[in-house]
């Protein structure tokens, strides 16, 4: 592809704006790029806006602070209770829609599937809700023996009535003996998803953080951070750190425990999966503790191998040769899928649209099966995402930040995309318009995705949805309708 099809891109995405009023039209096209493979050399040309107010009316992807708070960092950590503080909605609509899986016993020694709610009434509003906090934190304590420590997630209407959930949270972790901790995720602040991060980051940091101490500690202790094993990805990532000979003391947060958590400063390197939504603890433990982090791509078998020796790389020749055996053991298990799908798969066309991460990390794993990222953009991503992306991206591939329902479909139909990967809001949508969708999320139910076990698993999805038999029918009956 050369640059007319740059300019291509760029007139294309200009004409789908044109339907918008000039304001909007004006502020939403800086949230496009069309890569040009010269300006690779220097990211900072990238000029994308990011992590801004989304435009009113527009039908936006995102969530908010609160789904970023409870949903994503704080809600996998298994044996704390997590009060979703306000109103019944927030926390009915979140409950175990997000797959962090956890081992143990709902509702005895693990509770991320649950809903527990402060459920507030309008006498709550009037009145304010710390008394009702109160109670309920007793309450938790007398049902659920088992349960380490309480959040307290807090809604939107939290911070509007003025509630000093603070104060509860002190008074009631000394009556109670455990940790209590007060989370502001209130759904009005910040723009997205990605403040929620920041402040469930920061209340680990001022009440969790080196509270507690390792019973031994080894020189190849780490901690797995941003990994929020979904349908199995950080048990499938942790199998291949223990195999190498590391010990795995943290995992952050899916199948994550308090202990695990509070002495997660005793690690000598912090791995990073998710960095749009940790790395801000990341940078508190190498600053307060001297721990190093290092970032790693656990999607497909390219981006696994080059992570583990640069994992390995970290540490002394023994894990550097465990390192080259485990890749030696899983070799031909990957050729053999690829094999199998590439050709199923080869030189078809992907468009992604994800939360902070995913949306540049799998990028390697469709290209492990010969499929080609023809667009691909974040919901709630910063700079320091974008540019992190560019360098994985071919000649006017778009990169599109915060995009509405509207420009997704059409940049998809006019790209003739042959998979769409999104969330479940988008899904039916492409299904009705004949558009092959995995749900990149939640991973449509199945995965993991993570590891040398989960590229199996995401090349045998994959597969499944572009060479379904079922777009034949969608596309004759559309033929029908037209010629009828
Ligand atoms: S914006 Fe407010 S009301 Fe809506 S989900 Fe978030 S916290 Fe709940």
Redesign the pocket.
Known sequence: MGTTDVIQKRQLIEEILEIFPEKAKKERIRHYEVMEEDNKQDCSKCAIKSNVKSRPGVMTIRG????GSKGVVWGPIKDMVHISH?PI??GQYSWGTRRNYASGMLGINNFTAMQVTSDFQETDIVFGGDKKLELICREIKEMFPLAKGITIQS??PVGLIGDDIEAVAKKMSKELGIPIVPVRC???RGVSQSLGHHIANDAIRDFLMGRAELKECGPYDVNVIGDYNIGGDAWASRILLEEMGLRVIGQWSGDGTLQEIMTAHKAKLNLIHCFRSMNYMCEVMENEYGIPSLEYNFFGPTKTIESLREIAAFFDETIQENCEKVIARYKDEMDAVIAKYRPRLDGKKVMLLIGGLRARHTIGAYEDLGMEIVATGYEFAHKDDYLKTIPELKQATILMDDPGSYELEEIAQRLDIDLMGAGVKEKYVYHKMGIPFRQMHSWDYSGPYHGFDGFKVFARDMDMAVNSPVWKLVKSRQKKEVTA
């Open positions: 908010c602070a609160y789904a306000g909605g927030c809604e939107c209130e759904g009005f």
